[in-house]
């Protein structure tokens, strides 16, 4: 009994020393599937850490700080409001409500996704140093980057509340509904984001389309004009632009406009497929990223 006993002890001791000297291998997964987000959970202090520092670099050294978040929509409202409403090519803003705050209104999350189509892009390319060298969560960059973009969506967006009750222009009961729709606009910017860093790391054409990219997005996105001016029978190819239906949930919950319920519901639909199919796609591409930088 008692080599029996000792022999027990010798194999409980040998396997706990095996268990701790255990090595995790982690390898490229082939499988097209979602990525495991609880790793990008327990990763969560890096996204913060990143979007923090990517805070302080955008404005370390500037006189305004935090102000530019927004000074740059209202800059851009008041050119489109000369470029379009002055020169009488964009018609009147629906509900009384001045032209440069209802261009103001969709400027906000337009930027959310300029800065998803400018910086987002490149986030796997500017951290290549960190992604070569150490193992975490590679979605943590592409969120981080859409965490930044947060901080300056939430800063617009209560500057124009407050410029809105100084003007006369309360927001409505609508305003309870701005969460949600900032979080469509943060879920399309992220979508955006992880599709085109992917493709960015891997093929380094991207930078060059990018700008094209984004001047064409920028046209087809209602910010100088309403969505009632496009004719009904083009309306719902129109809207498979998610902007669009983002811009009218906030111009309807900061400025009361009518309610677009087509294109909401259809800019949530498509936020969603490329939300999902661009994780998975840079689940797929990620094994490549290493090499490619």
Known sequence: MDI?????????MVESSANAHASTIIAPSTAWRLPDLAELWRHR?????LARRDLK????????????????PLALAAVLAVCFRASGIAPD?????????????????????????????????EHQRLLTKVYFARL??????????????????????????????????????????????????FAVTVWLSAFNALYRDFR?????????????????YPTSVIPPRWLPVYALNPLVG????????LLGSAPALGTVSTAILVTCVLLVTGLVAFRRLESRFADAL
């Open 246 to 253: 983002v811009v009218d949930a906030f111009r309807w919950c």
């Open 45 to 49: 202090d890096l996204v913060w850490f």
């Open 208 to 224: 060059f389309a990018i700008p094209l990219l984004t001047q064409a997005w920028l046209l087809a996105t209602p910010l100088a």
């Open 57 to 72: 670099v955008r404005y370390q050294q500037t006189v305004l700080g935090v102000a530019w978040a927004l000074l740059q």
């Open 140 to 189: 943590a960059l592409p969120l981080a980057s859409v965490a930044t973009a947060a901080v300056d969506l939430t800063v617009a967006s209560i500057a124009l509340i407050i410029v809105l009750i100084a003007c006369g222009h309360p927001p409505a009961i609508g305003l309870l509904l701005l969460p949600a729709a900032a979080l469509l606009a943060l879920a399309a910017s």
């Open 93 to 125: 803003a629906p509900g009384g409500v001045p032209y440069w705050l209802h261009a103001w209104a969709g400027l906000l999350p337009w930027l959310v996704l300029a800065h998803a189509l400018n910086h987002g892009s490149a986030c796997l390319i």
């Open 4 to 12: 029996r006993a000792s022999l027990v002890t010798i194999a409980v």
